[in-house]
């Protein structure tokens, strides 16, 4: 059992090796960003929070993200977690210490996905999902195989993220390095963390995250 955090802008992978590591290691993903969607579906007054946040492009407050992670850490996972989008900020780290210390956890491992700018402006923009199942495609490098048809499933709902613009993207990427980039700093003091290729093949950028856990 570990817990890790996946470090990265937007568009860097986390959430491909997440999904791997749920399937091979039983790992349970808290994806900051698949319970925002989740809470902006939801219709709740949290919900409709986080919509006029995103439909502005901008980060979440810490207030409303250390809620829905605490949620989420109450039940227990077999594997670990994956802290997918989370921490964001130092705040968020701290918050997150006291989390696990209070639960009786800890951190064991922080793994920093590195991308160019560049080539993740173009990974983004090209990304849509199957509305259906939620496998996602990309227009370059991962196409479905019949246009509008989901290769999995065969449904034809095929989604853009409304966030993945070029536009909203400037200022996502802003916000990151802006707040979320002292993490780095921050975790390497505490000796945690590790750096992979985030623009290696999925299979190369997988066995480097493996290889980090092992070790853990």
């Known amino acids: 059992m570990a817990n890790i955090i996946l470090l990265g802008p937007p568009g860097a992978g986390k959430g491909t090796q997440a999904k791997r590591l749920v399937e091979e290691r039983a790992m349970v993903q808290l994806s900051t960003g698949d319970m925002l969607r989740e809470a902006k579906k939801s219709g709740t007054e949290m919900g409709r929070r986080v919509a006029e946040v995103m439909a502005r492009g901008e980060l979440v407050t810490d207030e409303i993200v250390i809620g829905l992670i605490a949620e989420k850490l109450a039940s227990p996972a077999a594997g670990g977690f994956i802290f ?20 009786g956890q800890g951190l064991d491992a922080v793994i920093e996905m590195q991308v160019d700018d560049a080539a993740l402006v173009a990974r983004i923009t090209g990304r849509y999902t199957c509305g259906s199942c939620g496998e996602v495609y990309h227009d370059q ?76």
Do not use: W
């Open 84 to 103: 997918d989008g989370f921490p964001r900020t130092l705040m968020q780290a701290d918050a997150l210490g006291a989390l696990l210390a209070r639960t």
């Open 141 to 216: 490098t991962r196409p479905s195989k019949v246009e509008g048809t989901c290769d999995v499933c065969g449904g034809h709902n095929m989604q853009r993220r409304a966030d993945d613009n070029a536009d909203a993207l400037k200022t996502r990427l802003m916000e990151y390095y802006k707040k979320t980039s002292p993490l780095i700093g921050y975790y390497y003091a505490k000796g945690q963390l590790s750096s992979v290729d985030g623009l290696a093949e999925m299979d190369a950028v997988a066995a480097a995250v493996a290889k980090v856990l092992d070790k853990a």
